[in-house]
């Protein structure tokens, strides 16, 4: 079975700055989706972003990126000029290649921005 | 277009009742997932719908949990003889059949006293 580990329970960044989330899972398969979604007080679960495991490039969506490691099974979120509305629930998860398969998140990382 | 929603935003009850759950998808979505998270964990999977089948029911914790979507849309999950360990937020999310991104609703939070 996957799992996902997120060693983080806590982080905190001072507006402006840049702060990295870790991840890490286990796998036996070679090819599957990695993703981090932000979860705020609302509940909402947004996508931040994704990764798919053949793809060498780490993916990049504005001020986020990643750094994929596939040998090392790490996953990190990069998260640059951070704001005050990025503070959140930052969940890491893992879903099968394919479509249609369910998500493995682990327990998150609460972020707190600091003006 | 319209998000996936779910009703009620939420719910409280007394152990031993029963409650329905309700989720909407995002129109033209084909899959349709729920999740439950308990405080200070990571949503953790229930039940995989394609169309009206359960798919995958491999997540749901035993039998006082069941999950329908009669008419490929709408899904419903239904919870018998509530517990207070069934106290939670369940989540909803759905994905057309070619993504491979799941889109999640703002989920129902459920509290059995």
């Known amino acids: 079975a996957q799992t996902v580990t997120q060693s983080q329970p806590e982080m905190s960044v001072q507006e402006a700055e840049t702060v990295t989330l870790s991840c890490t899972y286990d796998?036996?398969?070679?090819?599957?989706?990695l993703f981090w979604y932000k979860q705020p007080p609302s509940r909402q679960m947004i996508l931040v972003i994704r990764?798919?495991?053949?793809?060498?490039q780490n993916a990049t969506e504005n001020r986020f990126s990643v750094n994929f490691q596939k040998a090392a099974k790490s996953f990190s979120l990069k998260i640059s000029d951070s704001q005050l509305g990025d503070a959140a629930m930052y969940f890491c998860a893992y879903r099968r290649w394919g479509s249609n398969y369910k998500l493995t998140f682990g327990k998150g990382t609460l972020l707190t921005v600091n003006p | 277009g319209a998000g996936v929603s779910q009703t009620p935003s939420n719910k409280v009850t007394e152990k031993g009742k029963y409650v329905e759950l309700r989720c909407d998808p995002i129109s033209g979505h084909t899959a349709l997932y729920w999740y439950r998270q308990s405080l200070g964990q990571g949503p953790e999977f229930l039940i995989y719908?394609?169309?009206?089948?359960?798919?995958?029911d491999s997540g749901l914790p035993n039998d006082r949990f069941f999950a329908v979507r009669p008419e490929g849309s709408v899904s419903t999950l239904k919870i018998q003889r509530t517990e207070r360990g069934d106290s939670a937020v369940y989540l909803c999310a759905s994905s057309s059949l070619a993504s491979d991104t799941q889109y999640f609703g703002p989920g129902t939070r459920l509290t059995v006293l």
């Open positions: 719908f394609q169309g009206t089948g359960a798919a995958d």
């Open positions: 796998t036996s398969e070679s090819d599957y989706y």
């Open positions: 990764q798919e495991a053949y793809k060498q």
